[in-house]
């Protein structure tokens, strides 16, 4: 059998799903940290704090600055992973806080709406 260089027909839409995923949650998470911290401030750190660094970790431009900048490699699953971290991590500190819950109820979501 002969090995190509290319990626497959199925590597490659993976990858650009992956990159829109990496975008979105940079928008979404990026955006929904910044206005918490625009309307309410900075403090207590749960503000938006964690959102915003999960989506500054997830954001394709971070892992490519890094790589430029810092000559560090980081794949797609292990911003993945950072950023994913970093929001369980801020679920965390409001349940500490008696703020929130660790998981966000769906059922109250159903009436009175998720955020």
Do not use: H, Y
Request: with cysteine; glycine share 12%; hydrophobic share 50%.
């Amino acid at each position: 059998m002969e090995q190509t260089t290319e990626p497959s027909l199925i590597r490659k839409p993976v990858r650009i799903c992956g990159w829109l995923a990496a975008w979105v949650w940079t928008i979404v998470a990026g955006i929904g940290g910044l206005g918490p911290l625009i309307t309410q401030g900075p403090l207590p750190v749960t503000n938006g704090w964690f959102a915003l660094l999960s989506g500054i970790s997830a954001c394709p431009l971070t892992a490519w600055l890094v790589k430029r900048k810092a000559g560090i490699t980081l794949s797609g699953w292990t911003r993945f992973a950072i950023a994913f971290l970093i929001i369980v991590l801020g679920r965390l500190v409001l349940k500490m806080e008696g703020r929130g819950t660790f998981l966000i109820d769906l059922s109250r979501c159903w009436k009175e709406g998720c955020f």
